[in-house]
């Protein structure tokens, strides 16, 4: 497979740039991979798709402020994009400026915080903040949100709670799981009273989700890694569900290659650990059944992963019919409830 398999024209209108009004009050495409059936829906519409005995899983990774804006302490902006925090005052960072960033240097934010590049590890600069005990904290104060590029706007003061999951808990992702930003309390409430188990686990996304795959021949591409820990009681009700023949409902991609990296084995198991897992149509799938998710860029890890769940000829029609029908598309836009292929 090449790269210009996973190719599709989005006019930009379509992009979203606003969330809905409302959590819960997008509108849902449901796509039948093993039939090829569409139907639009909304986004509510979910508790009635899910059966009793169901276990839905979501990512609680909590959103972090990544992105600081300051200067090199001899003159000239700088933006820096925190990746993960390491510890001991340490991160990784993508590092923006108009000339070359040099090791040794200081970086200062808010005439008050500085940071000194240690060196370089792949494709990120290692920064150390001197004297900082607690970095989230420190991002929490001097930080913004890390809205992604197709956003074209400054991000404000709505985002900070709307480009976060009303159950995000662990610290660490420099991007949303998308597909979690629809529900709201009620909703997830709504789902409980059906009888649908709710789990969670964690895997922090990180900015390499946006990054473009450059290989022309996919096999040669390498992932970004990610961090993740999936906890014994979600492998419980994962288990629990489909001894009762209930189905696993991954909430988001990053919620799927989760379960997917702790099934590697065989069955599924508690742990963490970092995942390079890379999802390309002829991948067979363990744990998932079914996936919530939005609309994904083109030339994307993440369509590259819907195709393979749902099938590249299903997922192709159903973009075309979500253009068509001027869904919207991206972080704050529409979502796809898909049914795996036969496999």
Not at 51 to 58: E, H, I, L, R, S
Not at 256 to 274: M, P
Not at 304 to 318: E, K, P, T
Request: positive net charge; glycine residues 12%.
């Amino acid at each position: 497979m090449n790269l210009g398999d996973f190719d599709y024209k989005l006019p930009q209108e379509l992009i979203a740039q606003f969330p809905a009004g409302e959590r819960g009050g997008s509108r849902l495409l449901h796509l039948d991979g093993k039939t090829g059936a569409l139907a639009d829906r909304q986004f509510r519409d979910i508790v009635d798709l899910a059966a009793p005995n169901d276990v839905m899983v979501f990512n609680d990774t909590r959103v972090i402020k990544a992105r600081l804006i300051g200067r090199k302490k001899t003159g000239g902006r700088v933006e820096v994009m925190v990746e993960r925090v390491l510890g001991g005052g340490d991160v990784l960072a993508q590092i923006g400026a108009n000339h070359p960033t040099r090791v040794g240097s200081t970086l200062v934010f808010s005439d008050a915080v500085e940071a000194t590049v240690l060196g370089r590890e792949r494709e990120f600069f290692r920064l150390h903040f001197g004297g900082c005990e607690d970095m989230f904290a420190l991002l929490e104060r001097h930080g913004g949100i890390p809205l992604p590029m197709y956003i074209t706007r400054t991000a404000g003061a709505a985002d900070a709670e709307r480009y976060q999951t009303v159950y995000a808990r662990e610290r660490g992702a420099v991007a949303a799981p998308t597909a979690g930003l629809h529900f709201d309390a009620a909703l997830l409430q709504a789902l409980r009273e059906r009888g649908i188990a709710l789990a969670y686990l964690t895997l922090h996304v990180g900015a390499g989700t946006f990054q473009p795959v450059r290989a022309q021949d996919l096999a040669r591409h390498e992932m970004h890694a990610e961090w993740y820990h999936v906890p014994q009681a979600t492998v419980d009700a994962v288990n629990g569900a489909r001894a009762k023949g209930g189905r696993v409902l991954a909430v988001g991609t990053t919620t799927l290659r989760a379960l997917e990296s702790a099934a590697a084995g065989g069955d599924l198991e508690a742990g963490h650990g970092e995942t390079r897992l890379f999802i390309l149509p002829g991948y067979r799938f363990r744990v998932v059944e079914r996936l919530l998710t939005n609309f994904h860029l083109p030339r994307s890890t993440l369509l590259m992963l819907v195709s393979a769940f749902g099938g590249m000829d299903n997922i192709r029609r159903a973009y075309r019919h979500a253009i068509e029908q001027r869904y919207r598309f991206y972080s704050y836009g529409d979502a796809m409830l898909i049914e795996r292929t036969g496999q």
